[in-house]
Structure formats: C-alpha cells, structure tokens
C-alpha cells in the first residue's frame, strides 16, 4: 500500500485570527501550514490558489493537499480519517463538507447515506463545488490549477470578487472532472463568522452554509472509508 502524505492549508484573512488556535489544535498531528491573504477586495479564489499552491509545493513532496478555510469546525480523529480517504480516492477532488447546496449532490448524498456509502460523485453539471474543505490528489491539484490558469474564463470575472466554489464547479463541468463528496460530511462550517465579502453570520440558520449530514460526534474511524 502507497504512503499518503498529506500536507494541510488553512486558507485565512488576517481579520479573523482568533478563529486559529482550537482550528490548529484540532488538526494535529498532521503538518499543517497557515496561508492568509489580504487581497483587496478579498477575494475567496486568489486566497484559494495561493493556499493550494502552497501546498503543493511543500518540501515534504505531499501526495494530498487538504485546504481547508479558516472558520471550520472538524470531527474528532480527523487527522486518520483523511489519511484513510486519501489512500481511498485518488482520481479527484474529495469535499469533506456538503451543504444542501448544491442540492441535486445533497440529495444524492441522502441516498448514499441510506445505503451505507461514503462517498457520492459530484454532479458534472452543478454551477459550484463546496470550497470549504477539500482533499486534493497532488497530480490532480495541479492539472486544476494548469487549467484555472490557461486563460479560460472564469466564473465571477471580471468581477475580481472570484468565487472559489465557482471555479471548482466550472472546472468539473467544462473537465468533466472525477470529484467527489464524503458521506458524511466531516468538517462543519458553523458560520459564526462573517465571510470575508460581507455576509453576515447566520449562526445555523442558513442551511446552505452549513453541513447537510454532518458527523457530528460520531467516529470517521468507523466507516469504511
């Protein structure tokens, strides 16, 4: 069985530091790297590609890149369980959070749930693919980037207010890419904090920021990932 080696991002706005240390904590023992932007306006898909590149180019040579945002909250034995997954998927993207949107890969979700899966194929023609937290394969991660950077045009352009979520779901889409959503979702978005375009918290209320099957005290170590 190949080693995984998985180097982790937080993608963060300096605005929101007081949300690090239990996010850190949290993490270990997995190398994780901290990666802020203050791109002005902010925007969510400069910050993502620095996070991702970033990763990428860890001097451990890392067969996986997780990125993650600053605001999550994460189930417990997570460090293990993203290693197993890792070594589990590797022709596409892994998404550990799943709202309800976008809902034909919710609904989805639902079904495999029912049937004891742990994973659901995302949708091809979805406008956008959850960026909150995202379990990248190295080869992968950098033919997605190649792509993103080949002059297509992207979503949210050219508004410089770029959606990572956006740009993820037009790559699988134009790509046809191979990517995929954990059933269930092991990394909570509370939304206790404000985006950093603006939107207030909704602290829950919104169902579309938060995790549609969430694990919630449960074990990953359980599932046969």
């Given at each position: 069985?190949?080693?995984?080696?998985?180097?982790v991002?937080?993608?963060?706005?300096?605005?929101?530091?007081?949300?690090?240390?239990?996010?850190?904590?949290s993490?270990?023992?997995?190398?994780v790297?901290?990666?802020p932007?203050?791109?002005?306006?902010?925007?969510?898909w400069?910050?993502?590609?620095?996070?991702?590149?970033?990763?990428?180019d860890?001097?451990?040579?890392?067969?996986?890149?997780?990125?993650?945002?600053?605001?999550v909250?994460?189930?417990?034995?997570l460090?293990?369980?993203?290693?197993?997954?890792?070594?589990?998927?590797?022709?596409?993207?892994?998404?550990?959070?799943?709202s309800r949107?976008?809902?034909?890969?919710?609904?989805?979700?639902?079904?495999?749930?029912?049937?004891?899966?742990?994973?659901?194929?995302?949708?091809?023609?979805e406008?956008?693919?959850?960026?909150?937290?995202?379990?990248?394969?190295?080869?992968?991660?950098?033919?997605?980037l190649?792509?993103?950077?080949?002059?297509?045009?992207?979503?949210g352009?050219?508004?410089?207010?770029?959606?990572?979520?956006?740009?993820?779901?037009?790559w699988?889409?134009?790509?046809?890419?191979?990517?995929?959503?954990?059933?269930?979702?092991?990394?909570?978005?509370?939304?206790?904090?404000a985006?950093?375009?603006?939107?207030?918290?909704q602290?829950?209320?919104d169902?579309?920021?938060?995790?549609?099957?969430f694990?919630?005290?449960?074990?990953?170590?359980?599932?046969?990932?």
């Amino acid at each position: 069985m190949t080693r995984t080696n998985v180097a982790v991002r937080v993608q963060h706005h300096p605005s929101r530091r007081d949300l690090l240390p239990t996010l850190l904590q949290s993490l270990a023992p997995l190398p994780v790297v901290v990666s802020p932007h203050v791109s002005d306006p902010p925007s969510p898909w400069a910050g993502y590609q620095l996070a991702l590149r970033s990763g990428l180019d860890d001097p451990s040579k890392p067969t996986h890149v997780l990125v993650l945002q600053d605001d999550v909250e994460v189930c417990r034995n997570l460090p293990r369980a993203v290693e197993r997954i890792a070594t589990a998927k590797n022709d596409g993207p892994v998404g550990l959070f799943l709202s309800r949107l976008p809902p034909r890969a919710a609904n989805d979700a639902l079904f495999a749930a029912k049937r004891k899966e742990c994973y659901v194929r995302a949708r091809t023609g979805e406008k956008f693919f959850p960026a909150v937290a995202v379990l990248w394969p190295v080869l992968i991660a950098e033919s997605f980037l190649a792509w993103a950077q080949s002059g297509v045009r992207l979503p949210g352009y050219p508004n410089l207010i770029a959606s990572d979520d956006a740009v993820i779901g037009e790559w699988i889409r134009r790509t046809q890419a191979v990517a995929w959503h954990t059933v269930p979702s092991l990394i909570e978005h509370p939304d206790r904090a404000a985006s950093t375009i603006g939107r207030r918290a909704q602290w829950g209320k919104d169902k579309g920021r938060i995790a549609h099957i969430f694990i919630g005290t449960g074990d990953p170590l359980e599932y046969d990932w």
